[in-house]
């Protein structure tokens, strides 16, 4: 091989490299549905980066960090790949409580939700479950506090 020849194979693996590395990013959130009023300055940050679990395989790896959400209070994460009003994608019901100040920090795994599935723009939502059961993938917007999209 010349060493042109290298240099072109190592530069289309340096290329393929970034690619596989790049996360998707949502660096704003807002306030939405009865947030609004109850915690009208919640922003955070979320980041989904592809990996494979050892026992559950391929997926994405979610870091969701909140800020001013309401001290002490139970939250819920839906996750929506882009283009889509269906949380049934994917709604755990995976929770987390928020300290104090109204900031938390949630590391989840999405088994089989790759970035690949939740295209460029997949969009989060943090509610408070209200225990309607039967309307489990029903995020109405009492129980709605806060909304990212990635941009």
């Known amino acids: ?19 596989l590395a790049a996360n998707t990013k949502i660096k704003v959130f807002t306030a939405a549905g009865t947030g ?29 960090h909140m800020q001013d959400l309401q ?11 882009t283009g889509s009003a269906d949380p049934d994608a994917y709604n755990g019901l995976d929770t987390f409580t928020t300290n104090a100040s109204g900031n938390a920090t949630i590391e989840l795994f999405l088994t089989g939700w790759g ?10 939502q943090v509610y408070v479950f209200d225990g309607d059961a039967e ?16 941009n």
């Open 115 to 124: 970035r690949a599935l939740l295209g460029p723009n997949p969009r989060v």
């Open 36 to 64: 609004t009023a109850l915690n009208a300055n919640v922003d955070g940050m979320a980041i989904f980066k592809d990996r494979t679990d050892p026992v559950f395989g391929p997926g994405s790896e979610l870091h969701l």
């Open 1 to 19: 091989m010349s060493s042109k020849q290298f240099l072109g194979v190592a530069a289309a693996l340096a290329i393929a490299g970034v690619a």
């Open 135 to 150: 309307n489990l993938n029903v995020i109405s917007s009492s129980e709605l506090r806060a909304e990212g999209t990635a």
């Open 71 to 81: 001290p002490g209070t139970t939250y819920n994460i839906a996750v929506f790949p």
